[in-house]
């Protein structure tokens, strides 16, 4: 059937069930956008600035691992790249489709003309120009292949001329290579060398990250088999729920429990960027999917393949340890600290609202299956705290940590899950980075609760420079009342300025059927033990 690239491309992307495409709409696009329309089955999800669209496309990626895919003009390629540098350091299978000048003007000095591949190549292990109509869809194929193949970044440039030219072309079905099922070898690594550090250890400490998501039972079997306490890193809260009696939550500034300071092996599921700075000077067996995951000092004991089966396996050789009775002393202890901090934060009525009394609020009041997208600044160290996860999800940016990804984080979890409750939790500098993309959340219609920290400061930077005797300018953040301005973009506004009112408002707004934002007014609070 004749079809034009335009057509062709939106009937490949509906074929291979991508359900939305994020992105702002600009003349050297507006033929496929016409095309994604008439065939109906692809949503175009039009938001504020491209940074959110790629922003959002990395997260569809990072919550469900099928191929998350944004779209721009020629000249938002460059806003684009902050979302895409977050795909490619974190490893995420993400396809940005942008504009290009007509053919005839490539390569000379005309509007909005740039080496896009130069540009997109530094955060992207696939980047190619569509220079003729017969290349157009077998490079979309190497590209989707490269992106989920390698889980990262892959970019095509198309020419504003091409949407128009004509092809013969089917939609095909949808290699069972691409569904991001990989295929992986049992083990890779010495199995016989773990064995032997983990039987030798006596305390020892069992770090959850992301690449856990797929193997709790696993994990537990293994931590209670080893006798290992267990610190879920702040990307991965919820795999294990903070109930449970081995994990003595997370590590960073406000609590770092002794099982961390005194473990003497540690066995790293995946990576834990944050958490990493914690860890005192034993032996790591990190334990991933792929040898490229695998962190260079780590080369030498670390375990690849599938995460579930490695963990099988380790348990059944560890059969017969003896746990250590003093080293569950140890976690009961560090339980039982952890418990009476938090109890302390909950009767912290202080005003301004110190931010861990905000978290042990947040505890009450979030349903046990949310989803929270958290953006960059202090408040995540109280929430690494403070924050008791049950089987919620949660959003982060393990290697790149840009603010202003919160928002759009959370837009991207509620397209795909629509009936489950989303929340991002942001700073006031955050939101102001992607205020626009709180306006896109109610134009379409999405009831995401943004919960803003608002203590006018970039805090963490202020906490960095505190720490290095510094007195930079530029550190405090404009005062501005965000109720009002959530409820002049057409969302539900709330401010909370004493502790009285905490349980109550969010509540109240985490029930609501429509876009919300909370400000909760918080005190700039020093971090105890900044790394």
Request: charged share 20%.
């Amino acid at each position: 059937m004749q079809q034009t690239i335009a057509q062709a491309l939106a009937g490949q992307l509906a074929a291979w069930e991508v359900g939305t495409v994020f992105g702002v709409a600009g003349d050297d696009i507006l033929p496929l956008l016409d095309a994604l329309v008439a065939e109906g089955k692809t949503r175009f999800l039009p938001t504020a600035h491209e940074a959110g669209a790629a922003f959002m496309a990395a997260n569809q990626a990072r919550l469900t691992g099928e191929l998350g895919v944004c779209m721009a003009s020629a000249a938002g390629v460059v806003n684009l790249l902050e979302g895409l540098a977050d795909a490619y350091l974190d490893g995420l299978p993400v396809l940005a489709i942008t504009g290009q000048v007509t053919a005839a003007k490539i390569g000379r000095p005309v509007l909005q003309y740039y080496d896009q591949q130069r540009l997109v190549g530094t955060m992207s292990v696939f980047s190619r120009l569509v220079v003729s109509a017969t290349s157009a869809l077998p490079l979309f194929f190497l590209a989707v292949s490269q992106a989920m193949g390698r889980q990262s970044v892959s970019h095509l440039s198309f020419p504003q001329d091409i949407w128009q030219e004509t092809i013969e072309f089917e939609p095909a079905e949808r290699p069972s290579l691409l569904t991001g099922e990989v295929s992986l070898p049992e083990v890779g690594g010495d199995l016989n060398r773990a064995i032997n550090l983990m039987t030798k250890a006596k305390r020892p400490l069992l770090v959850v990250g992301k690449r856990g998501r797929g193997a709790p039972g696993e994990i537990k079997l293994l931590a209670e088999v080893w006798g290992a306490a267990v610190l879920v890193a702040q990307e991965a809260k919820g795999i294990i729920p903070d109930s449970w009696p081995q994990v003595v939550g997370g590590a960073g500034e406000n609590w770092l429990p002794r099982a961390v300071r005194e473990c003497d092996c540690l066995l790293l599921l995946g990576s834990a960027s944050y958490e990493e700075a914690f860890f005192p000077p034993v032996p790591v067996i990190q334990v991933v999917s792929h040898l490229a995951e695998v962190k260079e000092e780590y080369l030498w004991d670390a375990l690849t393949g599938k995460i579930s089966l490695i963990l099988k396996l380790l348990a059944a050789k560890l059969d017969g340890y003896q746990v250590s009775s003093s080293w569950q002393e140890t976690i009961d202890s560090d339980k039982k600290e952890l418990k009476n901090l938090l109890i302390r934060d909950s009767q912290d009525n202080s005003i301004p609202i110190h931010p861990a009394r905000f978290i042990v609020a947040l505890n009450r009041v979030v349903a046990e299956d949310a989803i929270i997208a958290l953006d960059t600044g202090a408040f995540n160290r109280w929430f690494d705290r403070g924050f008791q996860a049950n089987k919620q999800q949660i959003l982060l940016s393990s290697f790149w940590r840009s603010m202003g990804a919160g928002v759009p984080a959370a837009n991207a979890a509620q397209v795909h899950c629509p009936r489950r409750q989303v929340i991002a939790l942001v700073g006031d500098g955050g939101l102001l980075m992607s205020l626009g993309e709180l306006a896109m959340a109610v134009k379409n219609q999405l009831p995401v609760k943004i919960l803003v920290v608002r203590d006018r400061v970039y805090n963490l930077e202020k906490n960095k420079a505190r720490a290095e005797g510094l007195a930079p300018a530029g550190l405090e953040v404009p005062d501005v009342d965000l109720a009002p301005l959530a409820r002049a973009c057409g969302a539900l506004g709330f401010r909370i300025e004493e502790p009285f009112q905490l349980e109550a408002t969010l509540a109240q707004a985490l029930s609501e059927s429509q876009t919300v934002l909370v400000e909760i007014l918080c005190r700039e609070v020093p971090l105890l033990d900044l790394r």
